[in-house]
C-alpha cells in the first residue's frame, strides 16, 4: 500500500524552478515529521529540508534560499518549491513521513522518489 505519493520532478534548465509535491492520508499527515531528501548518482540520501514542529522547515545549508519546503493541511499534501536550480541539485528526491501510530508501533514511510535533472 503507497502511503506518500510524489510527483512534480522533471528536467529543467539551471535556474530554473520546479515544484514538488507529496501527498499522503490525513492521519498520516497529521501526525508525522515530514521532510525531503534526495540521492544524487553515487552518493548517500541527503536531508534537504525538514518539519520538527510541523510549521517550519529546517533546510540543508547548499539549498537555503532558494528551495522552500511548505504543508497544505486541507490537502493533506507536502510541497517542495526549488527555485534557482543548479545541475548539482540533481537527483532523486523523496518524501518521508515519519511517526507513530501508538506508543510501540513505529512508522517510517518512503515516497517513491521522483527524479530532478538539472541541465542546458
Known amino acids: 500500500q503507497v502511503q506518500l505519493v510524489e510527483s512534480g520532478g522533471g528536467l529543467v534548465q539551471p535556474g530554473g524552478s520546479l515544484r514538488l509535491s507529496c501527498e499522503t492520508s490525513?492521519?498520516?499527515?497529521?501526525?508525522?515529521?515530514m521532510g525531503w531528501y534526495r540521492q544524487a548518482p553515487g552518493k548517500e540520501r541527503e536531508l534537504v529540508a525538514a518539519f520538527s514542529s510541523g510549521i517550519t522547515a529546517n533546510y540543508v545549508d547548499s539549498v537555503k534560499g532558494r528551495f522552500t519546503a511548505s504543508r497544505d493541511s486541507t490537502k493533506n499534501t507536502m510541497y517542495l518549491q526549488m527555485n534557482n536550480l543548479k545541475p548539482e541539485d540533481t537527483a532523486v528526491y523523496y518524501c518521508?513521513?515519519?511517526?507513530?501510530?501508538?506508543?510501540?508501533?513505529?512508522?517510517?514511510?518512503w515516497g517513491q522518489g521522483t527524479q530532478v535533472t538539472v541541465s542546458s
Open positions: 518521508r513521513a515519519k511517526g507513530a501510530w501508538a506508543v510501540e508501533s513505529p512508522y517510517d514511510y
Open positions: 490525513r492521519s498520516i499527515f497529521t501526525r508525522s515529521d
